[in-house]
């Protein structure tokens, strides 16, 4: 293999980015892993509230872990969305 510095005096050859790839869309799945697994807790919370003895511990704990995936799937999904807004803009400004 080359040294980098030979594969620099090419003319017309274009060198590769040597920025590490951001995983955006395993984030992205995880977001939308987090969104189904909302939507566990709420199916799981109407089987609780459809019993005969509420169990209200229970039904609280499966309140707190919606919550705590709902801040994740935004955050998540605000960042994703600002990174991908983020290099639109380089690349328009780029061109």
Same mark, same amino acid.
């Given at each position: 293999?080359? +040294?980098?510095?030979?594969?620099?005096?090419? /003319?017309?050859?274009?060198?590769?980015?040597?920025?590490?790839? !951001? +995983?955006?869309?395993?984030?992205? =799945?995880?977001?939308?892993?987090?969104?189904?697994? @909302?939507? $566990?807790?709420? /199916? $799981?919370?109407?089987? &609780?509230?459809? *019993?005969?003895?509420?169990? *209200?511990? *229970? !039904? #609280? #704990?499966? %309140?707190?872990?919606?919550?705590? !995936? %709902? /801040?994740?799937?935004?955050? &998540?999904?605000?960042?994703?969305?600002?990174?991908? !807004?983020? @290099?639109?803009? @380089? =690349?328009? @400004? %780029? /061109?």
């Amino acid at each position: 293999m080359a +040294p980098a510095a030979a594969i620099c005096h090419v /003319k017309g050859v274009r060198l590769k980015k040597n920025h590490a790839a !951001l +995983p955006i869309g395993r984030t992205a =799945r995880i977001a939308f892993e987090i969104d189904a697994m @909302r939507a $566990a807790c709420s /199916k $799981a919370a109407t089987v &609780l509230i459809k *019993e005969k003895v509420l169990d *209200e511990q *229970e !039904l #609280e #704990e499966c %309140a707190r872990l919606d919550d705590a !995936l %709902a /801040k994740a799937h935004l955050l &998540l999904k605000h960042t994703v969305r600002n990174i991908m !807004l983020s @290099r639109i803009d @380089r =690349r328009s @400004r %780029a /061109k």
